[in-house]
DNA sequence: CTCCTTTCTTACCGCTCGGTAAGTTAGCTT
DNA sequence: AAGCTAACTTACCGAGCGGTAAGAAAGGAG
């Protein structure tokens, strides 16, 4: 149900995605939907819960086996990648989306995951680049491309996770084993 | 005109804006909007060209005095800066949101200004790496980078563009110059 | 068979949306 | 002053939205 109802928000976006379309495609009607879930925002919030604990779980369980700043950044990729590949190639996008409401609650869960995924890669800049304004430009950067990246592929099912993964490491390992040995 | 309901599209997406506010931004009524653009699709259309056209116009003036690949990805991010400080910091949103109806005119005009910046980029990437499909790969992480220190930017009003670019230069420069010398 | 609880649907409410018809204002021409 | 044209607003329409009330269907207990 949560899964349903993630993937029309993805493709609608929140202002764009109503709940009957949801609660048909769940094969209920309306009033269902709002016994589970009180409000369309409420509704939302659980799917953002849903996608962004597993998503920080995956890219979190990733990273941890990834030792130096550059391995720590492909870690984080590979593990978006993995939950990706897992669950829904286009999922990532109700954490990574301008259209809901903003200053309310959806918001501001979106904003906290976000936070936790540029902690983990910021992290990791800062062992590289010590000025704090330098390691924060790149960090944004770093996730952008990420984000970039997964909406590519969602148009190309063909690539399999592990291709991506190695056609990364080939790409940007050797630029940047040039700043951190 | 385009450039309020442009302002009113970038904060609220395409299904959040609504024709009544625009026009009562713009300081008219509905009717007069109905008069000017035929319909929401059409004024969001025309909204697209507005910043398209000068988005690609700034981006190729910026690139044309760039030499090599490295030099043209960041004139592309120097060019995009430097339209969004010119005119808004916002507005690269109208044709980078996934918020239009897909399968539309709009939808269609936004992918090829899109196709045009990924041309630009792409071309800078093939002399760098040889496999097409990496050069992709590369592009469009480029382009994410570029979309997320954007958005970034929009939040930080005290940097200019001129400081970005310095600190662009400063962090990637050293990093492509070892694999492009 | 009857009653009661739980589960789900039909049918609706108020509201806002995109879009339009009809009328009002203002200025210009003669 | 009278008439015409252009610019603009008021007031509305049907449709679809989020959300809800009220009743139908189904099943177990006695």
Avoid at 1 to 18: D, K
Avoid at 46 to 52: K, R, W
């Amino acid at each position: 149900m949560l899964e349903v109802a993630t993937e029309v928000f993805c493709e609608r976006g929140y202002a764009g995605a109503s709940m009957n379309e949801i609660a048909s495609r769940c094969g209920v009607t309306k009033p269902m939907l709002y016994l589970y879930f009180d409000s369309k925002e409420r509704l939302y919030l659980a799917c953002v819960t849903f996608v962004g604990d597993g998503l920080i779980a995956a890219i979190e369980k990733s990273v941890a086996s990834a030792a130096s700043p550059i391995e720590q950044v492909l870690a984080t990729a590979a593990g978006l990648f993995s939950y990706a590949e897992q669950r829904d190639r286009a999922w990532w996008g109700v954490i990574y989306s301008e259209t809901m409401p903003a200053d309310s609650a959806v918001a501001e869960a979106t904003i906290g995951y976000r936070d936790r995924i540029f902690a983990i890669i910021n992290r990791a800049a800062l062992a590289v680049l010590p000025d704090p304004l330098d390691a924060e430009i790149a960090s944004h950067a770093l996730i952008g491309a990420g984000e970039s990246l997964l909406r590519w592929w969602v148009g190309r099912p063909e690539e399999s996770a592990a291709d991506l993964n190695e056609r990364l490491a080939r790409i940007v390992g050797p630029l940047l084993a040039s700043i951190a040995p």
